[in-house]
């Protein structure tokens, strides 16, 4: 804009229509720098707001994700506790179950061994009954136990080792071999101690 200005001069003064054109032109440029100016400085409001908005709806996605990837994260890791407190239990039961199986296992195995154990201390003679037996097996066989008597005193160690089947079966005064009587004494002496424990 043109800032030099020439008037016509007229009778007292410059003329009026001139100033008043120019007037006019100038409020006119002015008015529209204005709203060239109030266009521009609401474009850039606008921007301004759009730009705030975008950052803002930006901002809210990052935290959303966030959110939702903590909400994952939080869950993965109640998941993962989850199944190691399973994990640990279910071992736990069949600790407690192998535990249990053990102690039957056992007690079954105590109750075996006093039941064979008190059937086999049944079994087993008492010594003063094996005492009174030999002592009825003396009283009835005198003469067989005095003649086995004689016959091991008589009878030399041997150093050698001879194997029984070249020995022929020795006698005593013609009477039962030797160990045809030790057989019978033997069966006897069994038939006392039991006979024993039975009264």
Same mark, same amino acid.
Request: aromatic share 6%; glycine share 0%.
């Given at each position: 804009m043109d800032k030099t200005v020439k008037f016509k001069t007229v009778f007292n003064g410059y003329?009026?229509?001139e100033v008043d054109q120019y007037l006019n032109e100038l409020d006119t440029q002015y008015q529209n720098e204005h709203l060239a100016i109030s266009r521009l400085m609401l474009n850039a409001q606008n921007r301004s707001d759009q730009i705030i908005h975008e950052a803002e709806q930006r901002a809210a996605e990052i935290l959303a994700k966030a959110e939702a990837d903590s909400k994952m994260i939080r869950a993965e890791a109640e998941q993962v506790k989850a199944d190691l407190i399973q994990e640990m239990r279910t071992n736990?039961?069949? #600790?407690?179950? &192998?535990?249990?199986?053990?102690?039957?296992?056992? *007690?079954? $195995?105590?109750?075996?061994?006093? #039941?064979?154990? &008190?059937?086999?201390?049944?079994?087993?003679?008492? *010594?003063? $009954?094996?005492?009174?037996?030999?002592?009825?097996?003396?009283?009835?066989?005198?003469?067989?136990?005095?003649?086995?008597?004689?016959i091991k005193e008589q009878t030399p160690i041997q150093e050698t080792i001879i194997d029984a089947e070249d020995v022929p079966m020795q006698t005593v005064c013609n009477e039962t071999p030797v160990s045809k009587q030790s057989e019978t004494n033997v069966d006897d002496l069994i038939k006392s101690i039991n006979a024993q424990r039975r009264s």
């Open positions: 003329s009026k229509t736990f039961i069949d #600790l407690l179950h &192998t535990a249990e199986k053990m102690r039957k296992t056992i *007690e079954n $195995s105590q109750e075996m061994y006093m #039941l064979y154990s &008190t059937k086999i201390l049944r079994e087993i003679p008492l *010594e003063s $009954s094996i005492n009174a037996a030999v002592e009825k097996v003396k009283q009835l066989y005198p003469q067989t136990i005095k003649k086995e008597a004689a």
